[in-house]
């Protein structure tokens, strides 16, 4: 199974900043690699699909790059709607698999 | 607009069974993969398994933690998934998703979305 490791696990910013959230796989998945924002209590929403393909409907704040191993989602200035847990998973193999989840909090 | 209800869940004994559906509606669901997606309580999430279309054979994959005690399947005249639930386990306490697989035909890249509101199953004697 293909291992995924996402740091930090917990991140404290303040609206306005500029966070990157960063997803590493056990072995190259190419881009075959998805972000999803989940708030507490609901089901998890696709952000960016492909690592960079911005899904319809996101705002344009939300951006995911990197291939290979190492990948990154970005968001450049926060908004108070974005405090949330925020998972990459892989869809290169199943089963498929997830990291362990960033939790985005409010500083 | 694109929409996936899950039903079913409740409180059931180790070793008993459960079944949970997901309605669709908004799309073509005999078109598409539908897949389901697990949280237990404060953890992470964790593919369960899905159903490929009739026009690639209909056929399953399953993560090994549920493999032979879950089936997935579908009815897609009421464009519905189900998860059949067998010889439950106190692990397998979790909110239920059912999802969407997207696929960019060209590319192969494929991802889940929309996600259900989810049903939480809890086993428990």
């Avoid at chain 2, 697990?38 to 054979?57: C, D, H, M, N, T």
């Avoid at chain 2, 897609?76 to 997207?102: H, P, W």
Wanted: hydrophobic residues 30%; glycine residues 10%; proline residues 4%.
């Amino acid at each position: 199974d293909i291992q995924m490791t996402q740091s930090p696990s917990s991140l404290s910013a303040s609206v306005g900043d500029r966070v990157t959230l960063t997803c590493r796989a056990s072995q190259s998945i190419s881009s075959y690699l998805n972000w999803y924002q989940q708030k507490p209590g609901k089901a998890p929403k696709l952000l960016i699909y492909a690592a960079s393909s911005l899904q319809s409907g996101v705002p344009s704040r939300f951006s995911g790059s990197g291939s290979g191993t190492d990948f990154t989602l970005t968001i450049s200035s926060l908004q108070p709607e974005d405090f949330a847990t925020y998972y990459c998973q892989q869809s290169y193999s199943t089963p498929y698999t997830f990291g362990q989840g960033t939790e985005l909090e409010i500083k | 607009e694109v929409q996936l209800v899950e039903s079913g869940g409740g409180l059931v004994k180790p070793g008993r069974s459960l079944r949970l559906s997901c309605t669709a509606s908004g799309f073509t669901f005999g078109d598409y993969v539908m897949s389901w997606f697990r949280q237990a309580p404060g953890k992470g999430l964790e593919w369960v398994g899905f159903i490929r279309s009739k026009a690639y054979g209909g056929t399953t994959e399953y993560a090994a933690s549920v493999k032979g005690r879950f089936t997935i399947s579908r009815d897609d005249s009421k464009s519905i998934a189900y998860l059949q639930m067998n010889s439950l386990k106190t692990e397998d306490t979790a909110v239920y998703y059912c999802t969407r697989r997207g696929t960019d035909f060209w590319s192969g890249y494929d991802w889940f979305d929309p996600w259900g509101q989810g049903t939480l199953v809890t086993v428990s004697s």
